[in-house]
Nanobody
Framework: QVQLVESGGDSVQSGGSLRLSCEVS???????MGWFRHAPGKQREGVAT???????NYADSVTGRFTFSRDNAKNTLYLQMNSLKPEDTAMYYC???????????????????????????WGRGTQVTDSS
């Protein structure tokens, strides 16, 4: 069973930066892994997902501002968030896809989808709030 624990959420002013962490246990590096967010009144959406090759699939709304990385020795995923905007306010979750349902070709590149139903294991989330 994959377990995920997010941390690092905070209240930050627009234009600021934040780094989220996700400690993972019980997973295989071949799984699709990803960061998602859920804002009030909106559906949960994908932010950044990564496939075993290291290709990251970013949402258009965060491209150039957010960076996904991982430390395999620490079994930890990170989401570096720069130039934060009010619309980035949300609960942020990390997720894993042990079944391989999220793998495929997106925009011509083999990567992992942002389809939330393709991910079977979820953390409890960490809140990011714009304090402007």
């Amino acid at each position: 069973q994959v377990q995920l624990v997010e941390s690092g959420g905070d209240s930050v002013q627009s234009g600021g930066s934040l780094r989220l962490s996700c400690e993972v246990s019980g997973y295989n590096r071949n799984y699709c892994m990803g960061w998602f967010r859920h804002a009030p009144g909106k559906q949960r959406e994908g932010v950044a997902t990564v496939v075993t090759t290291g290709i990251v699939n970013y949402a258009d709304s965060v491209t150039g501002r957010f960076t996904f990385s991982r430390d395999n020795a620490k079994n930890t995923l990170y989401l570096q968030m720069n130039s934060l905007k009010p619309e980035d306010t949300a609960m942020y979750y990390c997720a894993a896809d042990p079944r391989g349902a999220a793998r495929g070709f997106y925009r011509g590149v083999y990567s992992c989808s942002h389809t939330t139903t393709a991910y079977q294991n979820w953390g409890r989330g960490t809140q990011v709030t714009d304090s402007s």
